[in-house]
């Protein structure tokens, strides 16, 4: 995990921008990566997610260039990659461009007059994590594009809704990642010491209080190191299982389906697993409705229970935990933990715990020894605030 400031973070980039293209870029933008409070694959569902913008972000300095050619190059990566905005597209330029180059043929897809653009990018979030390294990266270009092509998209509430739809089709379209909408909703809307509760269905959004260093406590993430990529297919698969059983029970979505008619929807469904997967959407969008209460009662204690059953149905019926996961969660309930729960996408990534403040170098000693004793590769944790949203940073 970098413990480089945001100041030296800006430094850099605006230095490794001069080094790639000779010259100073016009600023430096930032957008963070996110954890998932809880709501977990109920996006697609058009259900309801509470996220929090993380302090770790993507920063991108950028210029605008007189020709329609993008180029972009990165800190964590050698060289530059180098594509005409008229070439992009769901094989050009592929692999980790593909999310730069995604937003300007999404804004122009939108008809936004968008210039060519050099862009370097540098980043504390952690890539693989489930802590949305993708949509950070995402929102940190399109701020820098809003602001560089005077779209104005960053003023409101609205302009910035709409900034995350066109990070989204860029993920879904160009980079393949078919993910729903949290991540960029998170990264461009998300205030500090505050939740954002998401509604996927309607796109609105409200500001639920967060604040639990005011309570005692703190939020502990474990990034397991375990594998965690969106476009390997398991992720897809559990959207197309969550849209076939909506189309077996003549709704459009799965939000449609009430925590109080689950048992009637599931003797409709013709698999064991189909069943699983719904029972979890529906049980998750209802477990989020509580979450939100519980935090406006200041009860972190039920919060902590919510976590705890979240993950349950995450490894029993959406089956998308992992060994790694599983530990981790277990050794943060066993050391004091309110609740501990996986967060993302799954397959790997990371894991939240609500721990008392005092207890976080202890939970993650007990964490970092349950893994050695169990052989996997060394975790990483770290407590997080809510912070803020998409920026320029100068």
Request: with cysteine; charged share 25%; net charge negative.
């Amino acid at each position: 995990m970098s413990e480089r400031t945001p100041e030296e973070v800006v430094e850099n980039v605006r230095a490794g921008f001069a080094e790639r293209y000779g010259q100073e870029p016009e600023g430096v933008w930032s957008a963070p990566g996110r954890v998932n409070l809880i709501g977990e694959h109920t996006d697609y569902n058009g259900g309801l997610c509470l996220p929090i913008a993380l302090p770790h972000r993507t920063y991108a300095a950028a210029s605008r260039r007189d020709d329609a050619i993008l180029r972009m190059a990165s800190a964590q990566q050698d060289g530059v990659v180098e594509v005409p905005l008229a070439d992009i597209g769901p094989d050009r330029p592929g692999g980790w461009g593909s999310y730069v180059a995604g937003v300007l043929w999404s804004l122009r897809e939108e008809g936004h007059d968008v210039p060519g653009l050099d862009v370097f990018v540098d980043s504390t979030v952690p890539v693989g994590a489930g802590l949305s390294s993708s949509a950070a990266l995402e929102c940190s270009v399109a701020a820098a594009v809003s602001d560089l092509a005077g779209l104005g998209l960053l003023e409101d509430a609205d302009s910035r809704a709409r900034l995350a739809q066109v990070c989204i089709r860029a993920e879904n379209e160009i980079a393949g990642a078919p993910t729903g909408g949290m991540d960029q909703s998170a990264a461009l809307l998300a205030d500090e010491a505050t939740a954002l509760l998401l509604d996927c269905r309607s796109w609105q959004t409200e500001q639920v209080p967060f604040d639990l260093a005011s309570a005692g406590y703190a939020l502990l993430v474990t990034d397991t190191h375990a594998h965690h990529e969106l476009v390997d297919g398991q992720y897809g698969s559990r959207r197309e299982s969550c849209e076939e059983a909506a189309r077996v029970l003549g709704v459009d979505l799965l939000r449609e389906v009430p925590a109080s008619g689950l048992d009637a929807a599931l003797e409709k469904l013709p698999t064991d697993e189909m069943r699983r997967r719904v029972k979890h959407v529906v049980t998750e969008i209802d477990r989020v409705e509580q979450a939100v209460a519980a935090l406006r009662a200041g009860d972190l204690e039920e919060v902590g229970r919510l976590f705890d059953a979240s993950h349950v149905s995450m490894r029993d019926d959406y089956e998308i935990s992992c060994e790694e996961l599983d530990v981790a969660t277990e050794t943060a309930r066993q050391h004091g933990a309110l609740g501990a729960r996986m967060t993302g996408g799954g397959f790997g990534g990371s894991c939240i715990a609500i721990v008392r403040s005092e207890s976080v170098a202890g939970v993650s000693r007990a964490i970092d020894a349950a893994f050695a004793e169990q052989g996997f590769t060394a975790p990483s944790s770290f407590a997080v605030t809510a912070s803020g949203s998409a920026r320029r940073d100068r």
